[in-house]
């Protein structure tokens, strides 16, 4: 019934992101810049964060609307104690099949084979740079590649699927996008290019700073040709393509110069509890506190389909019409991307 309501409606809801912490190991200058980020600032609580129960009970409510993704994120998610465990009960939920969780892989050398053995499929691992020198800019914490690399090569050893994410940003990593392409055409891996965004309130973002997908596709294509294919399924935020002479395939996620609202299915859930259906949101709604009051799932339910069926969100659309932007945004290392 509740999958039957939002299939009729213009944007089903598939793709449910879960962040389980707002922590970090890093400082990414784009994501958590160490300035705003630093000692002193506040991080969530322990009782804060939605406990597993609570969010195996509403991940259950929302396969009944259409929900069959399910990607963890953080912060940094694999700080969050017994990720193995949630991952397991979230596999267990009818109609969910599949998981993937986003990380910056430090912490895959130790936990990549548990997850794995909890029923985790992919992991997506952000990489900004393939040089020491500009990787120990971009991470905003002097660390270098190796730790990330040994990262992915456990995730590999353990059998996960592995996808690449490179956030470009002008002035800080466009030397890389060719050293990049060449390191992991030769590793086989999926390589994905991001376009860098004006989340939050602190990267500074401007739109000098965006590498455009067509400007990455032309470096990329006149070194190693490229050949585009078509989408795997609705919805899907990447552009893809792959190279003439091998199977390794490349993708741009084009949020700022080609914007995808219109087919956005993606629905986010913070650390403590609070709903967005937009990442540039400014004001999320607060689930935890329907859980902790005592709601019923019917309760619940009918706050979702009143929430996605409101829905109104074209952000990007806006801000490639340079239409007003919003005063406040949610941040990144906050709803996780
Ligand atoms: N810590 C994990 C990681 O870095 O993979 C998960 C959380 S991180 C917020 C999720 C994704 O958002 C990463 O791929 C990161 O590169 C991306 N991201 C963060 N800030 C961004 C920005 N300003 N523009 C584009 N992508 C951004
Ligand atoms: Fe941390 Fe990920 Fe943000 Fe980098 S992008 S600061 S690794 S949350
Ligand atoms: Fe979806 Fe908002 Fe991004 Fe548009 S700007 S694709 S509505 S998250």
């Known amino acids: 019934m509740n999958k039957y309501v939002l299939d009729q409606y213009d944007r089903p809801m598939k793709d449910l992101r879960i962040s389980v912490i707002d922590q970090c190991n890093f400082r990414c200058t784009y994501c958590m810049p160490a300035e705003i980020f630093g000692e002193d600032y506040r991080?969530?609580?322990?009782?804060?964060?939605?406990?597993?129960?609570?969010?195996?009970?509403?991940?259950?409510?929302?396969?009944?609307?259409?929900?069959?993704?399910i990607r963890i994120t953080g912060g940094e998610p694999l700080m969050r104690k017994n990720l193995d465990e949630l991952i397991y009960r979230l596999n267990q939920i009818e109609g969910i099949k599949d998981i993937a969780v986003t990380t910056n892989a430090v912490f895959l050398v130790k936990q990549a084979k548990k997850l794995k053995a909890a029923g985790l499929q992919r992991v997506n691992i952000s990489l900004d740079a393939i040089e020491d020198e500009v990787f120990k800019i971009t991470n905003g914490r002097g660390v270098k590649t190796k730790p990330v690399l040994k990262g992915i090569e456990a995730a590999r050893e353990a059998g996960l699927e592995i996808k690449i994410n490179m956030v470009v940003k002008q002035g800080m990593n466009e030397s890389q996008i060719l050293p990049m392409a060449r390191y992991f055409k030769n590793t086989g891996d999926t390589l994905r290019f991001i376009e860098f965004m004006d989340v939050g309130n602190h990267n500074g973002w401007n739109m000098s700073e965006v590498v455009s997908k067509k400007k990455?596709?032309?470096?990329?294509?006149?070194?190693?040709?490229?050949?585009?294919?078509?989408?795997?399924?609705?919805?899907?935020?990447?552009?893809?393509?792959?190279?003439?002479?091998?199977d390794a395939e490349i993708g741009v996620i084009s949020s700022v110069t080609d914007a995808f609202c219109s087919s956005c299915t993606r629905i986010r859930l913070s650390a403590d509890g609070q709903l967005f259906t937009c990442l540039f949101a400014s004001k999320g709604y607060d689930i935890r506190e329907m859980i902790r009051s005592g709601k019923t799932d019917q309760e619940i339910t009918s706050r979702l389909i009143k929430i996605w069926?409101?829905?109104?969100?074209?952000?990007?659309?806006?801000?490639?019409?340079?239409?007003?932007?919003?005063?406040?945004?949610?941040?990144?290392?906050?709803?996780?991307?």
Request: charged share 35%; glycine share 6%.
């Open 309 to 337: 069926t409101g829905r109104d969100d074209q952000y990007s659309v806006e801000r490639a019409q340079k239409k007003p932007q919003r005063d406040k945004k949610i941040e990144m290392s906050y709803i996780g991307g």
């Open 43 to 69: 991080f969530m609580h322990q009782d804060e964060l939605l406990s597993f129960d609570e969010i195996i009970r509403l991940v259950e409510v929302f396969a009944q609307f259409g929900v069959e993704k």
């Open 216 to 246: 990455i596709i032309d470096d990329i294509h006149e070194e190693m040709p490229l050949i585009p294919l078509d989408a795997n399924y609705y919805g899907e935020v990447a552009s893809r393509y792959r190279y003439e002479d091998s």
